[in-house]
Structures are given as structure tokens and as C-alpha cells.
């Protein structure tokens, strides 16, 4: 008699396995090398550029915003080879005119260079798609993500992120207020000109972590506190660290651009994290089939967030908007889109049935299809040009000193001939 069969298992859910075990191990140290080489190099980098600061503060920032960039197109790079998958993208008509594919397939945004950016958070990798957005932007230089304190501390990355100004949280608001004030009011830069003042993208996610069982307890949890409905596809959102944030940023940035994050493969009462794990995605070649994305823009003075409990039903009713929206996307497999709100290329995108385009004539949808990568490959050797010619310097610089010093020597021992002769 034939055993039943053991229920498939969330990871299952993923997909087949497209990388058998030495084809995972080949893959684990060929990414290994990459990120760690690009991570070190950056990281090198920075150290290399640090004493400008104490020369000039504005050329040390800009310099740091380059070492920014590599970072960007490193994981640009690392999503593109390692986790490859469709990428939809739509908005609504705050952003119309905003968001567009060009002829070859490649996304760009012409989002502000100032901003705070928020989404809801379903995946570890969430942040790597808001960077590759920010790319996109060509902002991927300016991004600022608030992040645990642990993160600090990890080798080489965490180094990094130091020097790239992240916001770090110990998540108790004692600590973590003085450390917001601190960093806020160097971005919100109030005693500079607004043409003056750097770009910077401030990418906070208010549900504090990612959709997982325990997550979805606390909300629950809090839901019931204060007597509301949880909501179904998304965490309620926590305020005060946003709220903080647009009180200190004030008049310093214009807008604040929402994105709604969903992923093709988690079904309802699943968590993202047991089925698209680092493994499935990285090792085993099992990315989500489609990341979705949707945006829409606030005017930050048109938000309540200096009266407290008028922001936190701001912010529940916009959460409440996307639980819709994850809902919609639940039924069609589509995040809403508004129709005309993005541009579409002729070569790049969804075309609309029995509408024929020309190769230079756009058209308008409510939604487009591209991929995460990079403009040009020209950009890979980038990330390690300053550590590239400092080395060949040091190098020449090297040898130059050797010959140097062996000219000396045959120099010495050619007079001492000569003398002897004499």
C-alpha cells in the first residue's frame, strides 16, 4: 500500500528547482566573490576619500555619494544575474508623466531628488528593488534607508553603511530620538538655499519589519488595542518614527512617494520569507515569477503629521488603501493602475491588442513590464576605479622609488670604479 504523500512545504511553493547542489555551490561562491570583491573595494574606497572631510565637507558628501552608486550598481548587478524576474510597474494619476520604458526596456523615473520614500514590507529583498527604483531615478547616490543597529556592526557592509549615513535603530525611541534628530537635521540642511541642498531619498518602512507570523501577531495585537479591523495583506503601520521624521524634514522635502510592494507566488495566509528564502532566490535560481510595483506621491503639506492622532488615521487610511490594492492584486495577479499614468516605449513594455506603434512613437497603459538592469556594463569597472588608480600609484610610485634607489647604487658603484682608475 503506497504511503500518502507529505503536503508540500512553503519553500515548495517557489517553483521547481532550477540549480541542482554543485550548481548552488558554484553559484554561492561566485556571488561571494563578487559582492564581497565590490563591497571591499567600496569600502576601501571610502577610506581612501574619508580625510576629505576635514578639507571640505561638500566634496567628502559627494564623494561618498559616488561610493553610494557602486553600491547601487552592485546590487543592480547581483538582482539582475542571480535573481532575474519580471518587474510590473504602475501608478496612479499623482504620478502621471513620472514613470516610463524606453525602447530598449529599461525603466526610468523622473521622480524629485528629495523625498521620503515609504512602502509596505513583504521581503528581506524589498530594499534591493526600492535601490534599483532609485537607480533608475539615477538617485541611487542619495538613498538613506533607516535600519536595525545590529546591521551596524556586520563586517565591511556595515562599515559602509556608516559612511553612507544610514539611520540606525535600537528601537527604543530614548536612544533612537536623539540619533533621528542628529541625522534628520543634517538632510533637512534648513540653513542652506533649496537649490543648495543635497538630493537625498529617505526610504523608511513603517510596518518596522517584514510580513511574518510574528509581525502578523503584533498587529494583531494592536489592532485589537485600539479597537480597529487588522488588516489582511499588510501590517499596520507604526507612525512615530515617520511622524518624526516629516516633523524634522518639514519644509525641507516636497513630497512624500509611497510604493506598494507585491510579489507573484505568495499566496493568502503565506509569508513571502518561508517561500522566496536567500536559497530559493540566490542559490537555487527560484525568484518570485513577477515583482509588482504601484506609486503614488503626497504633498508632505498637505499631511497632518503635526497633530498626532490625525496622522495615525492619515496613515491607517493609505494603509488601508494598499490592503485594497493587495487584495485587487490577490483576484487579477495586476496592482491597480490608473490608465495613461506611464509611458510606454514601442520596443519595451505591454502593447495594447491591435494597436500597431512605430519604433519613435510612445503610447500611453496603465501599467509596464522591464527587468532590473544596468544602462551600460561600463558601470561594473566603476565600482572599482578609485581603489584602481590608487593602487597604481602606489605601485608606480613603488617602483619609481626601486629604480631610484637602484640608480643610486649603480651610480655609487660606477664612481668608485671610476675613482679607482684615476
Known sequence: MAKPSSPPSDTDLAGAVRYGGLLQVLRLILFLLYFSAGSIAIVATQFIGAPLYFYNKD??????????????????????????????????????????????????????????????????????????????????????????????????????????????????????????????????????????????????????????????????????????????????????????????????????????????????????????????????????????LHFRRFRVSEIPYNDTAEFEKWMRARWTEKDQMMETYMQTGRLPGDEEEVQVLSNGGIEKPGKKVGKTETKRGNIIETEVKLRSWLEVPRVYAVLGVFAYHRATGLMANVVSKMWAVVSIATGSRVKAQI
Request: hydrophobic share 40%; aromatic share 14%.
Open 59 to 292: 566634496w567628502f558628501y559627494a564623494y561618498i555619494a559616488l561610493t553610494k552608486q557602486s553600491f547601487g550598481t552592485l546590487v543592480t548587478t547581483g538582482t539582475q544575474w542571480w535573481t532575474p524576474t519580471v518587474i510590473r510597474v504602475s501608478g496612479d494619476k499623482s504620478v502621471k508623466g513620472q514613470i516610463r520604458i524606453t525602447q530598449d526596456g529599461l525603466l526610468e523615473c523622473d521622480f524629485p531628488e528629495r523625498m521620503v520614500f515609504i512602502a509596505n514590507h513583504q521581503l528581506y529583498s524589498d530594499w534591493l528593488y526600492i535601490w534599483w527604483i532609485a537607480y533608475s531615478a539615477r538617485m541611487h547616490g542619495a538613498i538613506y534607508i533607516i535600519l536595525k543597529e545590529s546591521l551596524k556592526w556586520v563586517p565591511i557592509v556595515g562599515w559602509g553603511m556608516q559612511f553612507y549615513g544610514f539611520i540606525f535603530l535600537a528601537r527604543k525611541w530614548d536612544t533612537d530620538k536623539k540619533r533621528f534628530q542628529h541625522r534628520l537635521q543634517k538632510l533637512a540642511a534648513k540653513d542652506r538655499k533649496p537649490a543648495d541642498r543635497l538630493p537625498m531619498w529617505l526610504l523608511i518602512f513603517p510596518e518596522g519589519t517584514n510580513m511574518c507570523p510574528n509581525a502578523r501577531a503584533a498587529s494583531q495585537k494592536y489592532a485589537d488595542k485600539i479597537g480597529i479591523k487588522n488588516l489582511d495583506h499588510v501590517l499596520l503601520p507604526r507612525v512615530t518614527g515617520l511622524q518624526y521624521c516629516l516633523q524634522q524634514l518639514d519644509e525641507s522635502v516636497e513630497w512624500v512617494y509611497d510604493c506598494t510592494m507585491a510579489y507573484e507566488g505568495i499566496p493568502r495566509d503565506k509569508y513571502g520569507q518561508d517561500i522566496f528564502t536567500l536559497r530559493a532566490q540566490y542559490l537555487q535560481g527560484r525568484p518570485p515569477k513577477s515583482v509588482n
